[in-house]
């Protein structure tokens, strides 16, 4: 909570209202929430525009560019379910340049599933690394802190499976 209220120029304590349904958002307060979690207006309310594309091929995918709420450096994701409220799953291919790394300062219940498709990473899971290799895979309790870095010269590609934060 404290990294959105930072990125759309609140309070913490205003998300926390916002979430519980305390405090209703102005419109454009709440453009800059769904703007800074990377949504959409019509998605952020489990309206698929497009919900008869059951196959997406790598050119139609959604990229985005850098991690929504921060904590990444060089990271980039293929979307792989295309993101709307209520989905059950969300996966997504990190690629991950050279050096790059990302923190994950989102803790909730649920689990995450991953597989690194090509590169070297190393992950930590609750103060724990692990060195991975291309083929190797993770499976953890989404409640736990995460992170991970490419230790390898070339783009490391981690297909990563997640249950999403419930608000």
Not at 139 to 166: C, D, E, I, M
Request: glycine share 8%; net charge neutral; hydrophobic share 40%.
């Amino acid at each position: 909570m404290r990294d959105l209220a930072k990125k759309v120029n609140c309070t913490e304590s205003m998300i926390s209202k916002i979430e519980a349904n305390r405090v209703v958002p102005s419109l454009p307060m709440l453009n800059k929430i769904i703007v800074a979690l990377d949504r959409n207006m019509a998605s952020f309310f489990g309206l698929e525009l497009d919900t008869h594309k059951l196959v997406q091929r790598p050119e139609e995918r959604v990229l985005v560019a850098s991690d929504a709420l921060g904590g990444g450096h060089e990271v980039r994701y293929e979307r792989l379910v295309p993101p709307a409220a209520g989905n059950l799953l969300e996966a997504n291919i990190h690629n991950v340049g050279p050096g790059g790394h990302k923190t994950d300062p989102i803790k909730h219940h649920g689990e995450a599933v991953g597989y690194l498709l090509e590169g070297e990473i190393e992950l930590d899971i609750d103060g724990t690394t692990y060195r991975m290799s291309a083929g190797d895979s993770f499976f953890f309790k989404a409640h736990l802190k995460s992170a991970y870095r490419n230790v390898g010269s070339g783009t490391a590609r981690l297909l990563w499976v997640n249950t999403p934060q419930v608000h």
